[in-house]
C-alpha cells in the first residue's frame, strides 16, 4: 500500500534518500541500541557506501544519526565538526564485508562508557533501512516501529515469560525474531511493537535476568 | 492508493471532483491518517519546497563535490530571450532545488531526491504566475502524489531500478497531473498531460558523473520541468494522446527492466562513462577522499 505521503516526502536533507536519509537512520538506530550517544565510533563502510559514500554525505548523515539528528535536521552537514564538539571520537575505514549484503550497507561498531556494540545496517532504498546484524547475531529490523531487544541465555521458556512480561504491560507485538549465534549460548531477541513500550513492560523484562534490554524508538 | 490512473479518473468522472481531490479522499479513506493530517503534511511539503526555491536561487550553495551550483540563479538573473517567463520562473525553481539538495540543503524527495525538483518547479511556477493560494497548491501536490503512486506501483521510482525515466520522468509526469489539477483542468485533461509527457521521457538513462547526484541531475530536473509544461500547454489546448496513460506507466516499467545495468546509476555508462565525465569524477572524489574528516 502506497501513500500519498511516501511519494511527497520525506522531507529531508539531501542529495540521495538511500545515501543520506536511510544513512542517518542506521545511525540514530545504532545510538539507541548503544543507550544514547557513544563516546567513540568505527564506521565501515561497504559497497557503494564505500564508493560514492563521501560525495553523498553518507559518513556525516552517519555521524549526524549518531548524534541523534533526524533526517531532516539542517546539521547533518555539519555532523563531522559538532561530534567533535559533542566529544565523539568518530573514524571511518572502508571495508567489504564478508557475507551477503546490500550494496548500502555499514557497520557501526560503537564504545559508551564500558561497552562496545556492534550493529551492522543497510540502507534498502526510498530511505528505509533494515539493520541487519547486532554483535555478530542476525537480525532483520526496520526501524519502522518501535523495538524492543535484549540478549537471554539460549533456554527454554524465555519467549513465553518475554511475551507475557510485555501483554502484562499492553505492549502489543507486530513482529518477533529470535536468533542466536550457537546452541545453548545466548540468544537475541527482537520484538517490534505497535506502540512505544511502557517502562513498566522493559522493567519486566529486565526483571527475567536477561542483558542489554534496549527500547529503539521508530526511526523511519 | 490505486492501481491505474484510469481507475482513478473514472472515479472523479462519477463524483464529479477532480483527481486531487480525489486523491484526498482515497488518501483519508486507507485510514492512516485523517484528511486534516494528510493535507497539513501537503501544507508543510509545500512550504519546504518554497523554502528550497528561495534558498537557491540565492546562487550562493555548492555542491558537495563542487561540480554544481548558481544556475538556478544565473536563469532567475539573467533576461535571456524568455526572461521574466513563466518558463524562466520553472526552469529556475526546478534548478534552485536540485543545487540546493546537492549541497545538503533540506528538500522534500518527490518522489526522490534526485528528482526532486521538478514538481516544485513546475507547481511554484504556475502559482506564482496564477496568483494561486496554497489550498489549490496542496491539491496540485496530492494529484501528483496520485500518480506516483501508481507508477510506483506498475512500474518503479527508482534510478538503479529503471533509470532516470523512473526518477526525472516520474516526477515530470507527476507535475503534469499537478499543473492541470491547479490550472483548474479535468481529470481526462490530467490524463493526457501525464502522457503526452512521460511518452517524452521514456528510456531516459540514470548516468550520474562518479554516482552523484550532481550532473546531468540537477539539470535534468529542468529538462523534466519544461517536458512537464509542455504536456501541460498540449492536453489542455485539447491534445489528446493516442496510449492510455496505465499503459505508458507500463512500458517505461518494461523499458526500466530491460535497460543495461551501466544506465541505471551506477556510473558504467552514458555521460558518466564519457573522457571527460570519467575525468571529472575521478578528480572530484579523490578531491572528496583527499579532505580531512
Known amino acids: 500500500m502506497v501513500s500519498l505521503l511516501d511519494i511527497i516526502g520525506p522531507v529531508m536533507v539531501g542529495p540521495s534518500s538511500s545515501h543520506t536519509a536511510g544513512a542517518c537512520r542506521i545511525g540514530l538506530f545504532a545510538r539507541a541500541l548503544a543507550g544514547g550517544q557513544p563516546g567513540s565510533a568505527r564506521v565501515e563502510l561497504h559497497g557503494s557506501f564505500a564508493r560514492t559514500g563521501v560525495g553523498h554525505g553518507t559518513d556525516r548523515a552517519i555521524v549526524g544519526g549518531l548524534l541523534g539528528f533526524q533526517p531532516d535536521d539542517e546539521r547533518l552537514r555539519a555532523s563531522l565538526e559538532l561530534a567533535r564538539e559533542a566529544g565523539l571520537d568518530v573514524s571511518f575505514a572502508n571495508t567489504t564485508l564478508r557475507g551477503e549484503h546490500h550494496p548500502n550497507t555499514a557497520r557501526l561498531t560503537l564504545t559508551r ?20 546484524g547486532i554483535d555478530g547475531y542476525p537480525v532483520e529490523i526496520t526501524g519502522a516501529l518501535p523495538t524492543l531487544v535484549f540478549v537471554a541465555p539460549d533456554v527454554p521458556g ?45 522493567e519486566a523484562i529486565r526483571a527475567l535476568g536477561v542483558r542489554m534490554v534496549r527500547a529503539v524508538p521508530r526511526v523511519a | 492508493m490505486f492501481d491505474s490512473v484510469r481507475e482513478a479518473v473514472d472515479r472523479a468522472a462519477r463524483e464529479g471532483v477532480s483527481l486531487g481531490e480525489v486523491a484526498l479522499r482515497a488518501e483519508s479513506e486507507a485510514g492512516l491518517r485523517s484528511r486534516v493530517e494528510v493535507e497539513a503534511a501537503l501544507a508543510r511539503a509545500l512550504q519546504v519546497m518554497r523554502g528550497a526555491i528561495d534558498r537557491g536561487r540565492q546562487g550562493d550553495l555548492r555542491s ?25 520562473d520553472v526552469l529556475s525553481g526546478a534548478l534552485a532545488v536540485q543545487e540546493v539538495n546537492a549541497a545538503m540543503g533540506v528538500i522534500v524527495a518527490a518522489p526522490t531526491a534526485g528528482g526532486a525538483g521538478v514538481l516544485p518547479g513546475v507547481l511554484l511556477g504556475l502559482g506564482t504566475r496564477c496568483r494561486l493560494d496554497d489550498a489549490t497548491l496542496v491539491r496540485g501536490l496530492a494529484a501528483a502524489g496520485l500518480v506516483g503512486a501508481v507508477v510506483a506501483v506498475r512500474a518503479s521510482l527508482s534510478g538503479a531500478e529503471g533509470g532516470c525515466q523512473a526518477e526525472t520522468g516520474a ?58 509544461l509542455a504536456g501541460i500547454e498540449m492536453a489542455l489546448s485539447g491534445v489528446r494522446f493516442p496510449i492510455p496513460v496505465d499503459e505508458v506507466i507500463d512500458t517505461m516499467g518494461e523499458i526500466g527492466r530491460r535497460m543495461d545495468v551501466r544506465y541505471r546509476e551506477t556510473a558504467g555508462g552514458g555521460l558518466a562513462a564519457t573522457p571527460t565525465g570519467r575525468r571529472l569524477a575521478r578528480e572530484r572524489l579523490v578531491a572528496l577522499k583527499g579532505k580531512p574528516s
Open chain 2, 171 to 228: 516526477a515530470a509526469a507527476m507535475a503534469a497531473a499537478a499543473g492541470v489539477e491547479v490550472l483548474g483542468g479535468s481529470p481526462e485533461e490530467a490524463e493526457h498531460a501525464i502522457g503526452l509527457t512521460m511518452q517524452g521521457t521514456l528510456g531516459l538513462v540514470c548516468d550520474p558523473l562518479g554516482g552523484l547526484v550532481e550532473v546531468p541531475c540537477v539539470y535534468r530536473n529542468a529538462t523534466g520541468a519544461a517536458m512537464a
Open chain 1, 158 to 202: 524465555i519467549v513465553a515469560a518475554a511475551t507475557s512480561a510485555l501483554a502484562g504491560e499492553s505492549a502489543n507485538i507486530a513482529t518477533m525474531r529470535v536468533s542466536r549465534r550457537r546452541k545453548g549460548g545466548e540468544a537475541i531477541h527482537v520484538y517490534e511493537l505497535d506502540s512505544a513500550p511502557s517502562d513498566g513492560a522493559v
Open chain 2, 64 to 88: 558537495v563535490s563542487g561540480l554544481v551550483g548558481g544556475d538556478a540563479a544565473l536563469v532567475a538573473r539573467s533576461p535571456g530571450p524568455l526572461g521574466g517567463t513563466l518558463f524562466t
Open chain 1, 113 to 132: 562508557g564500558d561497552r562496545t556494540i556492534a550493529v551492522t545496517g543497510s540502507s534498502i532504498g526510498a530511505g528505509r533501512i533494515s539493520i541487519t
